[in-house]
């Protein structure tokens, strides 16, 4: 149901007055009515589903990473184009900060051996039931009253209208203020679904097209038809570990330019492309390059060899040994990596030792397109910052703000994204605290 298709018979709730709404129980939101509550503000949360933090909860199911370890400087530069405005987020509420939260929850963390910081149970449902807890049993401030199966369906005379699940009416609440933190479009399962785009469109918010980010790719194969079905059948799934991703420069930039990412690490083979860590790293760029028109990339599958030392192996007689047997004995190369080379070099790549060393190191994998937005980790895209003002308030809309994955920022995984989140919910927070 929208305002635009009530029913003639609808029933309607007695009006609501609040002093703070914020519509969306994910990690801005609670952490904007933590810092509203805090102060004696009277906060109601409002949501869809039956209780908050589903996507929290999901994505700590492997193991919450909260934040990440490493330097602010390089922290920052994980946000792209948007490092400003997400680091003067972070000015208050940084990666130590959020730390220091947990442990004032009884949650204790522990820093990975890639840098990445984890609660010492690694579950992210202890740390929401005692964020649950102190929201709604504060030992200073106000409790948050929470109302769930609450749709948001947008504003009618400037109240905030909802739709609660199961009936047949709407509920309108009046707020001085109010916080949307909606999410983006990914796992739409758990809540956040972009049914907020039209809705903020409409009101003349600037919104820039929600799409996949750390996601997946399809790949376009050597004939554009995918995967060939040997190579999916027996590789799907396997990890190709210690590569070297590389995105070069693009078309308008000078020949001898240095890429525009290259990173060692790893990814998965899957039916129809790859994904993880590595190609989530750099999902913004292939899926850039995609926009305008194709993208690749660019695998080194022997980052410890130098490109002579390939190239006096290759060029080794092989007598009368395959060229997979010259290459695993001479070069170790094996496994999915072996099938990904037979995969991707065409027949006169391998028969001259140059191009084949050259190849070995410079393996080009045309990408189709990006997995669907349902499947990403994250979106990219949403209400335009500069359709905020720094404090988050939506210029058009005083009195409203906007906070989490549905403003138009991203990062890879890796504690990025959550941080980022939990940081702008404190920024609505205090911004909406010092306005009120």
Known sequence: MSLSNLPPDFDETPLLCVDVAIVGGGPAGLMAAEVLSRAGVSVHLFDAMPSVGRKFLLAGKGGLNLTHAEPSELFRTRFGSRAAPVGSWLDAMDAQAIRDWAHGL???????????????????????????????HPQTGVPVQFHMRHRWLGWMENHLVFEPTGTNGIHRVQAQATLLALGGASWPHLGSDGAWVPVLAEQGVAV??????????????????????????KFSGHPLKSVVLRVDA???????????????????????????????????????????????LVLDLLPHKTPEQ???????????????????????????????FHELCAPDQSADPQALALTLKNL?????????????????????????????????????????????????????????SLASGWRAGQSILTNL
């Open 250 to 296: 693009g078309p308008d930039q000078p020949m001898h330019a240095p890429p525009r990412f290259s990173r060692q690490g790893e990814f998965v083979v899957t039916d129809t492309g790859v994904e993880g860590s590595l190609i989530y790293a750099a999902g913004a760029l292939l899926r850039e390059d995609l926009n305008r028109g194709a993208a690749h």
């Open 208 to 233: 820039v097209p929600l799409q996949a980010a750390n996601c997946g790719f399809d790949v376009q194969g050597r004939a554009g038809q995918g995967w060939t079905e040997y190579f999916r059948t």
């Open 106 to 136: 009884g949650v204790k963390t522990f820093v990975g051996s890639s840098g990445r910081v984890f609660p010492e149970e690694m579950k992210a449902a202890p740390l929401l039931r005692a964020w649950l807890h102190r929201l709604r």
């Open 364 to 420: 080009k994998l045309p990408l189709k397109q990006a997995r669907p937005v349902a499947e990403a980790i994250s979106t990219a895209g949403g209400v335009a910052l500069e359709a905020l003002s720094p404090e988050l308030m939506v210029l058009c809309r005083p009195g409203v703000y906007c906070a989490g994955e549905m403003l138009d920022w991203e990062a890879p995984t890796g504690g990025y994204l959550l941080t980022a």
């Open 310 to 340: 390939v190239l006096a192996e290759v060029a080794w007689p092989r007598g009368s040994k395959s060229l997979s047997s010259h290459l695993k004995s001479r070069l170790g190369l094996d496994g999915v990596k072996m099938g990904l």
